[in-house]
């Protein structure tokens, strides 16, 4: 069974940064491509960031180039987001996704609950 649990998410000033964290319990970490997607109130979900199992590739939504970072630790089986330069706009439930093969689908398989991401002045 596939559990992902999400953390660090929280209340930030526009400009400032969040750290995500999502610990992943699978068989074989290294066998699943993980991500992140977002869900805004009254909005469908939208993709964030992915990285392969290899991590040899990371993909982004244009919307999050150049202030996000996805990264993973494979001894932790855990995924990271860095959100940095946060805008109000970023504001949503972020989940993290999991997905048996090389690269993350548009509809992973697994996700997790999700942690609030909330950027306000």
């Known amino acids: 069974q596939v559990q992902l649990v999400e953390s660090g998410g929280g209340l930030v000033q526009p400009g400032g940064s969040l750290r995500l964290s999502c610990a992943a319990s699978v068989g074989t970490f290294s066998d699943y491509a993980m991500g992140w997607f977002r869900q805004a109130p009254g909005k469908e979900p939208e993709f964030v960031a992915s990285i392969g199992w290899s991590a040899k590739y990371t993909y982004y939504a244009d919307s999050v180039k150049g202030r996000f970072t996805i990264s993973r630790d494979y001894a932790k089986a855990t995924v990271f987001l860095q959100m940095n330069s946060l805008k109000p706009e970023d504001t949503a439930v972020y989940h993290c996704?999991?997905?048996?093969?090389?690269?993350?689908?548009?509809?992973?398989?697994?996700w997790g609950q999700g942690t609030q991401v909330t950027v306000s002045s």
């Open positions: 996704a999991a997905e048996l093969g090389a690269n993350l689908s548009p509809n992973p398989d697994y």
